[in-house]
């Protein structure tokens, strides 16, 4: 069978990196989409052929369509997106918080997603393919104060968007919602939560679902 293509951005660490390992092993092609370069070549090194390393910034308009391109070029074509980039606030609270902060967060949280996404739906309608957003637990109920969480309601409201708007050709969006995941987005481990493998299982059984079947949500928790 033909090998299928997911671009993936937040490719160099926690979620991302380990969706990318699922989704070789699986025998899909991945677009590797982070900041840091080298992170991206040795995640590519170790993956071999099935991976292309594709640095940029994702709140830039043009590094993200451009590795859009590049990813459907070398590939032939790109089947799936996982807009997956994201980051949390040092300080946290609406008083306590830094607005300058915010900004960078709301910057890549919510207009990376928009960016991605709006480089992604050329390919996509092309394939009928499919778009997975990394939304989170803090996106669906509410937590005291979060302005994180905020951005990813905005996740979640955009996912079902989407969902009815590639519907209309046959393109399928799904949101991911974990709650903790133990990855470099906290300082300190977290051994007894998720793991981001889970959460790329998560990915992966949305992604290879019946084409019959569009898996809107998966959300998960850590047991305890
Ligand atoms: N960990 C959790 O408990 C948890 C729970 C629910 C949802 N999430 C969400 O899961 C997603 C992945 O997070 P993670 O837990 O895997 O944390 P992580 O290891 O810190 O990964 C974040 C990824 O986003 C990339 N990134 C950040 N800013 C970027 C930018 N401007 N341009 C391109 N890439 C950028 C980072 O790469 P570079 O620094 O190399 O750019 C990194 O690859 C995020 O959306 C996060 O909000 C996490």
């Not at 803090?138 to 005291?144: L, S, T």
């Not at 300190?188 to 949500?217: C, M, N």
Request: one cysteine or more; proline letters at 5%; aromatic letters at 6%.
């Amino acid at each position: 069978m033909r090998r299928r293509t997911l671009l993936i951005t937040g490719a160099s660490t926690g979620i991302g990196a380990a969706t990318a390992r699922a989704a070789v092993a699986r025998g899909w092609n991945v677009g590797l989409f982070a900041r840091s370069a080298e992170k991206l070549a040795a995640l590519a090194d170790e993956l071999g052929d099935a991976a292309l390393a594709v640095p940029g910034d994702v709140t830039r308009e043009a590094d993200i369509a451009q590795a859009a391109d590049r990813v459907a070029g070398h590939f032939d074509r790109l089947d799936a997106v996982f807009a997956n980039a994201g980051m949390g606030l040092d300080t946290p609270g609406t008083e306590a918080g830094d607005p300058e902060e915010w900004r960078r967060m709301l910057d890549v949280n919510i207009m990376g997603v928009l960016l991605t996404t709006r480089a992604a739906l050329p390919h996509l309608r092309e394939t009928q393919g499919h778009l997975v957003l990394t939304g989170s637990a803090a996106g669906r109920r509410h937590i005291p104060g979060s302005i994180y969480g905020s951005s990813k309601w905005f996740v979640h409201g955009y996912a079902g968007n989407m969902a009815e708007e590639m519907a209309e050709w046959g393109g399928r969006c799904t949101v991911i919602a974990p709650g903790m995941v133990d990855t470099p987005f906290f300082d300190a481990p977290k051994p007894d939560k998720l793991q981001a493998e889970d959460v790329a299982d998560a990915v992966l059984y949305a992604l290879e679902a019946d084409p019959r079947a569009a898996v809107r949500e998966v959300f998960l928790m850590p047991r305890n």
